[in-house]
């Protein structure tokens, strides 16, 4: 099975900005979860989509958002960027279903705020 | 707020050794307890998942044990290779999954 990929790998955007980021999760899988990692704040949760639904969101202001279709690749959207949105974005899916929930990480993107 | 703690520090161990690895949490114990691995420029890779009803769980040379009295949990990897190396977090289950900060773990010839 392919693994879960996110487009684009790297970002480099300007203050201000918006950005949109991808992620494909591994085929059946039908939760797909978002996480900011920082040095300093190490793995943060976003939010997590399940069928098309958000499930779960973590503490993150409004201009953090995200979507999930219904072939359950999921795409986030920051808009109005900051400095401190610099960091690398990781997706994770997983089956969700009544097995254990494992999640499958993704390679993340790395987005850069100047 | 929940809060999980591990060792900021790195731990550095010989080849051969056994490396344990520790998170402690606060408050609520978890629905379960997850053990991960990641290396730089990665994403974390899912090592190991156990219960709050079990004890311990074996996989390979990895051993996790969740102590809910103690609120602990220890992670063990016996025979330690330089290929070990990496940062290993652990991540408790509530109404989401929360990580903590990760311990580095260097293993030397």
């Known amino acids: 099975k392919a693994g879960v990929t996110q487009t684009p790998r790297y970002l480099i955007k300007t203050r201000g900005q918006q950005v949109t980021l991808s992620c494909s999760p591994i085929s059946g899988h039908r939760s797909v979860s978002w996480y900011q990692q920082t040095p300093g704040q190490g793995l943060q949760f976003l939010f997590e989509?399940?069928?098309?639904?958000?499930?779960n969101k973590g503490n993150f202001p409004g201009r953090f958002s995200g979507r999930q279709f219904s072939n359950s690749r999921s795409e986030m959207n920051v808009s109005t960027l900051e400095l401190g949105d610099s960091a690398l974005y990781l997706c994770?899916?997983?089956?969700?279903?009544?097995?254990?929930?494992?999640?499958?990480f993704g390679p993340g993107t790395r987005l850069t705020v100047t | 707020s929940q809060k999980i703690e591990q060792n900021s520090e790195a731990l550095n161990i010989q080849e051969g050794k056994t490396a344990t690895l520790t998170c402690n949490y606060t408050?609520?114990?978890?629905?379960?307890l997850q053990w991960y691995r990641q290396d730089p420029g990665r994403g974390p890779v899912f090592l190991l998942l156990?219960?709050?009803?079990?004890k311990e769980k074996r996989k390979e040379r990895l051993k996790v044990t969740f102590d809910t009295t103690l609120k602990q949990s220890l992670f063990h990897i016996t025979a330690s290779q330089p290929a070990d190396s990496a940062t290993y977090l652990c991540a408790l289950k509530f109404d989401k999954l929360i990580f903590g900060t990760g311990t580095r773990l260097q293993v030397f010839p």
């Open positions: 408050n609520y114990s978890p629905a379960y």
């Open positions: 156990i219960r709050e009803n079990e």
């Open positions: 994770a899916s997983s089956f969700s279903g009544s097995r254990s929930y494992e999640q499958y």
């Open positions: 989509y399940f069928s098309e639904t958000q499930r």
